[in-house]
């Protein structure tokens, strides 16, 4: 009789997680899916409120404007540049900052830690921020995208406590076998830390994808815009007449629809990027639970 209580439990359990989680993911991907089945629509339809997953009038104009519109390319390619530097650059530092924390016995760790944790609470704000930037010569140019927000302090720590989970006779095997600190460093302890590494990494990578408010501060070179520009341009500001410069007689009839094509084609990309780093979320959060 027990058994079969903890087995209906059970089930009434299942069936309450599954509907919530069915919950989570419809109202996950219905926006999403809208966005694609609206630049897939026509105009009239999109005006009307009539769509919804399913495309109205299939159309594939939007999408020729768009991937024609010679200013995406290097856009894309503006975007693709500071989300792989900037991306590697956090990591490094992070691992930098994160890897001598995660020793006790380091002098001044108490000092360090605080200085890392003043960051998440208090900020130098907007203008001071680009003073520096401006004094170091960095506007126009790259840096001024991936140094300013190079290290967040809350991926520092989550990285310091994975650090502090590996075990130090690995290090004590490593010194007697002769290995630096550095050779330790980068042979043994981050391959065992690659789950959070691209965990975080992935972090910093959607940050730098999506980031589009220092572009605007601190870039007024239309050569380094990254896509997000574009994107709020022809989304926010309405300015769909620079996709649609060649053709005026249809221009009602795409600028809604250009729209969400922009906006898939700006958010596809690191969609795609999920899948193959699936496994290392799992990694990474089952490291702090696995002992021994």
Avoid: H
Avoid at 240 to 260: M, R
């Amino acid at each position: 009789m027990t058994f079969r209580r903890m087995t209906l439990g059970g089930l009434a359990f299942g069936c309450i997680n599954a509907l919530i989680l069915g919950l989570v993911v419809v109202m996950t991907l219905y926006p999403f899916l809208y966005v694609v089945s609206a630049s897939l629509s026509e105009q009239l339809y999109i005006q009307q409120g009539r769509i919804g997953i399913i495309p109205m009038g299939f159309q594939l104009e939007a999408y020729r404007r768009v991937l024609e519109f010679p200013m995406l390319g290097r856009s894309y390619l503006n975007t693709i540049l500071y989300t792989a530097l900037g991306t590697a650059i956090s990591l490094i530092l992070t691992v930098c900052a994160a890897y001598p924390m995660s020793k006790r016995d380091l002098p001044g760790r108490k000092l360090m830690t605080t200085i890392v944790l003043i960051p998440m609470l208090f900020g130098g704000g907007l203008i001071p921020t680009f003073l520096v930037v401006n004094a170091l010569g960095m506007r126009d140019s790259i840096w001024a995208i991936v140094i300013p927000a190079a290290v967040t302090s809350f991926y520092v720590f989550i990285q310091r406590t994975f650090f502090e989970q590996i075990p130090l006779e690995l290090e004590d095997a490593a010194k007697i076998d002769g290995c630096s600190m550095v050779q330790t460093l980068v042979k043994i302890i981050l391959p065992l830390a690659l789950p959070s590494l691209v965990t975080i990494g992935l972090f910093y990578a959607v940050n730098e994808w999506n980031s589009f408010f220092p572009a605007m501060i601190y870039l007024n070179d239309e050569n380094l815009f990254p896509v997000q520009i574009l994107l709020r341009a022809i989304v926010i500001q309405n300015q769909t007449d620079q996709v649609l410069v060649d053709v005026f007689d249809d221009k009602n009839l795409l600028s809604e629809s250009i729209k969400y094509s922009t906006l898939v084609v700006a958010t596809l990309p690191i969609l795609m990027v999920y899948p193959f780093i699936q496994k290392y979320f799992v990694q990474g959060s089952m490291m702090g639970s696995i002992k021994g």
